[in-house]
């Protein structure tokens, strides 16, 4: 900007290109933009390289030329100055990222907008890791390719349902030290930068009326040694990319062809477009004359290979689908047949593919008449009307205290600083607590912990989220996310603690609850889980363990039969075994114990002597049945069907379900506590009911 005294506040651009550098000075009047000179310097040495800065101190030089050369036009001192990266030190990385759920939900904005921010983070890691350095870079812009519901595509994730989304993305990057050094390089050239934006977007802000950014188009700018793309969509550029063929190939045909040097040829080139027929003096001296139409066809496949490299770039950025419309500016777009190459290439209209430079000039009034409107200042007058926007440029905000550079690619959020200042992602959301792991009938199980709480975000003091727009100056202050409580479980809440396990027990369905053996040991429904445990929920019971549940009196002269075999206290009882404790002489001589001698084992003969040793007793015969009436809960019960009973036969003659407790089973035989093998006899007054605990 000017120094001068004049009413109008001037506006200087700086076009620092491989080549040369233009500079542009103006003014804004209403809605037209004056420009007042113009200025133009080649480099003298190869001191830019494709854009990047490689010798500061002659790039500087070459600045210092340019400005005071418009100072002595213009008779005013200029100290600010707008500048851009070129488009082809952006750096393009693809990512894809998955994001799962713990359950089935309905997809939300803010979990589409997580997804895309996840994908964002991981294509700038990817890009570090396969690039191996170490500076910063910046988001500039990004693309979704697609996205993805369950591995399947989808065009809308928003209000589906799903358990696991993913995407595909393209995240574009401006390198810190291209940043740097276009600073330094104007800083020692005596100037302070106003503004920094990209020549990308420049050439867009001229090129594209903001009316139609809503729209997805493709803006080439063919350059001498590089293409340079960008794709607008909904109001932005969406993603960048390069692609080191240009100009300079028709050059080399072209030179090749009229065997002259490089200069020679690229003065033939431009005069091709303009003229019918071009002289030139060979390598040799001779004096030739070409045709337009011979240029053309010795070029032909070098049109067609660049427009095809272009075509298929812009469509990898779109996300896999052609454009609606391209934008070609830049001296390598006006080759004739060019743009209808392209147009073929991209599957669209011819009409829909055009040079932009008079035709987006209808607003740039020149004071010096001997500019000329065309493609070729598409850019370097973007660049000083980027001094009017007010987004597109890096940014000064303060992130937890750390001043933080960002550029400001016209939609900021809190999430976009986060990123630039590596916050981890994971800071954001709750953490869930260290899971419990445990076995469990040898399988590996896992009970997460508790989820923590999410991240506190301010934005000048100001309750905010991710998704906070922020501006310059702005104070983001984020406390990171806790992670919950550990996760716990105690035995009662095992899947299949509360089933049980049914036994007939003396004619009588009979159901308890399993065991849980953890480590070992035999632990209750309150004990509390630890961290590898190894835990086996028994199926079955021991005699001893049934008799002990039901409160059973083992008298000598009763024997246990599982499954109508002899049983000890050890003898394990599985689901639905048959568990039955008969009087000594209930059984026959078979069913006795091995280690036990029956009364019935004295016989004697006829003589009534005793048998020899070589005699085999014989049991005598089972005694006759008995029967007796008792009184059980007020009614007369009639028990015929042995020879002596006890108080656990009543059970088969009364309607009482052992097998749902509904309290503590009470038993009383004349009004005193009795046991389940306690014997009963005629006329005794038995007592059975629950007692609610």
């Known amino acids: 900007m000017s120094d001068s005294k004049q009413t109008v506040q001037m506006v200087y651009g700086l076009d620092i290109g491989t080549r040369s550098v233009v500079g542009t000075v103006g003014y804004r009047k209403g809605k037209k933009f004056i420009v007042v000179a113009m200025a133009k310097k080649e480099h003298e040495t190869r001191a830019m390289l494709d854009g990047q800065i490689h010798d500061i101190a002659k790039v500087a030089q070459t600045i210092k030329d340019v400005t005071q050369e418009l100072e002595e036009k213009l008779s005013t001192k200029l100290s600010r100055v707008c500048i851009a990266a070129a488009g082809r030190v952006l750096k393009t990385e693809t990512a894809h990222v998955d994001m799962k759920f713990d359950d089935i939900k309905v997809i939300t904005e803010e979990d589409i907008y997580t997804l895309n921010s996840s994908a964002i983070e991981e294509a700038y890691k990817k890009f570090l890791s396969a690039n191996d350095v170490d500076m910063k870079f910046y988001c500039v812009g990004s693309s979704i390719v697609r996205y993805y519901m369950h591995d399947s595509v989808m065009s809308n994730l928003e209000n589906h349902k799903a358990k696991k989304i993913g995407v595909d993305i393209i995240a574009t990057f401006l390198p810190d030290d291209v940043v740097d050094g276009l600073y330094k390089a104007v800083d020692l050239a005596g100037l302070e930068v106003a503004s920094l934006t990209l020549e990308p977007i420049a050439a867009i802000g001229l090129a594209i009326p903001e009316k139609f950014r809503l729209l997805n188009i493709a803006l080439v700018d063919v350059g001498a040694g590089t293409s340079d793309i960008s794709i607008t969509k909904d109001g932005s550029i969406i993603a960048f990319g390069m692609l080191p063929t240009a100009g300079d190939s028709l050059t080399e045909s072209i030179a090749t062809h009229c065997m002259v040097d490089f200069n020679t040829a690229e003065k033939i080139k431009k005069q091709s477009v303009i003229k019918a027929k071009i002289s030139y003096k060979d390598v040799m001296g001779n004096k030739m004359t070409i045709s337009k139409d011979e240029i053309a066809k010795v070029v032909a496949d070098d049109v067609e290979n660049m427009a095809s490299q272009v075509a298929e770039k812009i469509i990898e950025l779109n996300g896999g689908k052609t454009v609606g419309a391209v934008f070609v500016v830049g001296g390598g777009g006006i080759f004739p047949g060019y743009t209808e190459c392209l147009a073929d290439k991209l599957g669209v209209a011819k009409n829909r593919v055009a040079l932009r430079g008079r035709e987006v000039m209808d607003d740039i009034v020149f004071e010096d008449t001997s500019l000329k409107a065309d493609s070729l200042l ?38 976009d600083v986060a990123m630039q200042t590596e916050f981890p992602g994971e800071g954001f959301f709750p953490k869930s607590g260290k899971p419990l792991i445990y076995t469990l009938d040898g399988v590996e199980r896992m009970v997460r912990g508790s989820l923590g709480e999410p991240a506190v975000i301010t934005v000048n003091g100001e309750s905010a989220n991710l998704n906070t727009h922020i501006k310059e100056h702005d104070i983001i202050e984020v406390k990171e996310s806790t992670a919950g409580a ?208």
């Open 378 to 415: 598409v850019t370097p007058i973007g660049i000083a009307l980027s001094f009017y926007e007010e987004t597109n440029n890096f940014i000064y905000v303060d992130f937890n205290g750390t001043r933080v550079k960002i550029y400001n690619n016209n939609n900021l959020t809190v999430m």
């Open 486 to 693: 550990e996760g716990t479980m105690k035995v009662s809440s095992l899947p299949g603690y509360k089933d049980t396990i049914r036994f007939n027990v003396n004619g009588i369905e009979v159901s308890m609850p399993k065991f849980v053996s953890v480590n070992g040991n035999l632990e209750s429904e309150y004990y509390d889980i630890c961290q590898g445990d190894d835990i086996k929920i028994l199926d079955y019971y021991t005699v001893e363990q049934i008799m002990q549940f039901m409160d059973i009196d083992n008298k000598e002269n009763a024997v246990c039969m599982v499954n109508n075999k002899k049983a000890d206290d050890d003898t394990k009882v599985y689901e639905n075994f048959t568990v039955e404790w008969k009087m000594a002489d209930d059984l026959s001589f078979d069913e006795l114990p091995e280690d036990d001698e029956p009364d019935s084992m004295e016989v004697k003969d006829e003589d009534n002597k005793e048998s020899s040793d070589n005699e085999k007793p014989v049991a005598k015969k089972k005694a006759k049945k008995k029967k007796i009436v008792v009184n059980v809960n007020g009614k007369a019960v009639t028990l015929d069907s042995k020879s002596s009973y006890v108080f656990v036969d009543i059970f088969d003659k009364i309607d009482f379900d052992l097998s749902k407790p509904q309290g503590a089973i009470v038993t009383k035989k004349n009004g005193a506590s009795a046991e389940y093998m306690e014997e009963i006899h005629d006329g005794d007054v038995i007592d059975v009911y629950w007692e609610k605990i």
